[in-house]
């Protein structure tokens, strides 16, 4: 079965920087495109980047662009995504997340169990 496990979430201080981890299984990770997607407390799930399968074609919302990068190592099935310049709204809790397909946009069919990312001094 599909298992997505992310790590490297944490307590930073308004300015740092951050680096997620998504270990991918039970699939062919390099055919799929993958996803991190974030939910703020009390608000609603907002996507935050994406990238292709083969890693060339990239999303980011404006929140995080120009700030964060994702990127992919498909010889290691993970998914990364670094986050610099890190404010307090970035305070979230971020999911690891399988496309349904190899490109940008499609719908999402497997959730990590998410990483807390706290942003505060």
């Known amino acids: 079965q599909v298992q997505l496990v992310e790590s490297g979430g944490g307590l930073v201080q308004p300015g740092g920087s951050l680096r997620l981890s998504c270990a991918a299984s039970g699939f062919t990770f390099n055919t799929y495109a993958m996803s991190w997607v974030r939910q703020a407390p009390g608000k609603g799930l907002e996507r935050v980047s994406d990238?292709?399968?083969?890693?060339?074609?990239?999303y980011y919302a404006d929140s995080v662009k120009g700030r964060f990068a994702i990127f992919r190592d498909n010889t290691k099935n993970t998914l990364y995504l670094q986050m610099n310049n890190l404010k307090p709204e970035d305070t979230a809790v971020y999911y690891c997340?399988?496309?349904?397909?190899?490109?940008?946009?499609?719908?999402?069919?497997?959730w990590g169990q998410g990483t807390q990312v706290t942003v505060s001094s």
């Open positions: 997340v399988k496309d349904s397909t190899w490109a940008l946009g499609s719908k999402y069919d497997a």
């Open positions: 990238i292709t399968s083969g890693g060339s074609g990239k």
